[in-house]
């Protein structure tokens, strides 16, 4: 089949790397996508919120399937758009529709979702400009440290944790008077600090039958030991040494099917992947947040993993047949570091030529490509803060880290930084 993958990062060319190598996909185009996915298929250059020029692009390509890999175009209404166009309508698109997408886009909406289903979380309370005095006053009734997340989609930079009642307020009149974040905080969602470990669960699902996917830790912080500021992902590993087969049945009974029962029941058409953020509390999960799409770099850790035929799965939650397919896992671990351009996540600087990929080529590693493009020579060259996502694989995690690490070293540009202590916290579990 002809398919659209929608999307331009390390998450969209590990989904078209899995999907070329499907018997089931003839051709595959990319949009806008990157020097990576370019050299796997071909790129188009439409932008991922550009949904008239999508729609037309799949009708004058004969596309059968639309694969979405970022949230922006999901909470804007991707789905609801080829739903509501009568010759677009009976194409696939894989994602939640608007609604079912705001368990991402409105971290108020997930809250009330998560209360309203009885799903394990975190006590909070939302606030506004209107009653910014209230929150000062809820502030300074709670425990340290204190979460404050911007109720809309902050590029990852939305979430504060604040050692003071101080701090606190002070973060809270930044969001709310502000415009810290722009139009993403103007809600903002004060949260009980949750302690324990944190770990990601992938579900796959058709709106009714449901498949959870390899779990994964990626590491947020740019600075080792997690220190420094939050990223969009620094890392990850998967599987995750410490959840075992109790701890997952639990994620599944208290959190997967209380969730999927509960999109039913709001009428919420939800044909795609939702990434659970979770909170390992002394063996207890707790949903710290939903994301409606996978995750990014974790679907680097997790995709390798995925032994049986992906465009298979992808078309399953698209025409509602996800029950009859036959899900399998390789059985090796997968290690992602991930290397940025220096200075990320502040200002940082495009256009750097990157010299070694063409010597990390190795049936242990793969390197995805995040934020590169052509150069008008050829050359690959530096084109956003996280650049490449090298993932390794080995029979135990130690193996698949030494084998990402040993490529790593090879690649440069300058002022590239990568941390040197992913997945070293999890070597003291065993699996």
């Known amino acids: 089949m002809n398919i659209l993958l929608i999307g331009s990062g390390g998450r969209e060319h590990a989904f078209a790397w899995k999907i070329v190598n499907s018997k089931n996909c003839s051709q595959l185009f990319v949009a806008p996508g990157n020097a990576g996915t370019a050299a796997i298929a071909q790129n188009v250059a439409i932008e ?8 037309q692009f799949v009708l004058d390509n004969k596309i059968n399937m639309v694969v979405v890999g970022p949230e922006e175009p999901l909470v804007k209404g991707i789905v609801n758009y080829f739903a509501e166009r009568d010759d677009l309508k009976n194409i696939p698109v894989i994602g939640p529709d608007r609604k079912g997408a705001q368990l991402e886009g409105s971290k108020d909406f997930s809250k009330k979702f998560m209360e309203k289903c009885g799903i394990p979380t975190a006590a909070s309370m939302t606030f506004t400009a209107e009653n910014f005095e209230e929150g000062l006053e809820f502030i300074e009734l709670q425990e340290l440290p204190i979460v404050l997340k911007a109720d809309g989609l902050a590029a990852g930079k939305g979430v504060l944790i604040c050692q003071s009642h101080e701090e606190a ?6 969001m709310l008077l502000e415009s810290k974040f722009g139009k993403a905080s103007e809600k903002v969602v ?9 770990v990601s669960v992938f579900v796959a699902t058709d709106g009714n039958s449901y498949i959870i996917l390899p779990e994964a830790k990626d590491y947020k912080r740019i600075g080792e030991h997690d220190t420094g500021l939050n990223t969009g992902g620094m890392g990850a590993v998967s599987p995750v040494p410490f959840v075992d087969q109790q701890f997952l049945e639990k994620v599944e009974k208290r959190i997967v099917i ?7 029941l709001q009428n919420i058409r939800y044909q795609g992947f939702l990434f659970i953020g979770l909170m390992n509390v002394n063996g207890d999960p707790y949903v710290i947040e939903y994301n409606v799409r996978m995750g990014d770099p974790e679907t680097q850790a997790v995709l390798p ?4 035929d992906f465009v298979d799965l992808l078309y399953s939650m698209g025409i509602k047949q996800l029950g009859n397919y036959n899900f399998e896992l390789e059985n090796f671990c997968t290690t992602t570091v991930v290397m940025v351009a220096g200075g990320y996540p502040e200002s940082y600087k495009k256009g750097d030529a990157i010299h070694g990929l063409d010597q990390v080529q190795s049936e ?3 390197v995805f490509h995040a934020g590169t493009r052509l150069g008008d020579s050829g050359n690959i060259l530096t084109n956003g803060g996280r650049v490449l996502a090298v993932t390794g694989t080995g029979k135990i995690l130690e193996e698949a880290l030494q084998h990402a690490y ?3 070293k090879k690649i440069h540009w300058n002022d590239a930084y990568f941390r040197k202590d992913i997945g070293q916290d999890l070597l003291k579990f065993k699996k």
């Open 190 to 198: 004060v949260e009980q600090f949750l302690s324990g470990i944190e």
């Open 169 to 174: 307020k002070s973060s809270l009149k930044e």
């Open 258 to 264: 209380p969730t999927i029962k509960g999109l039913e």
């Open 406 to 408: 040993e490529k790593v």
């Open 48 to 55: 991922v919120t550009d949904f008239e020029k999508i729609g």
């Open 364 to 366: 242990n590693v793969l």
């Open 305 to 308: 993993r995925i032994k049986s």
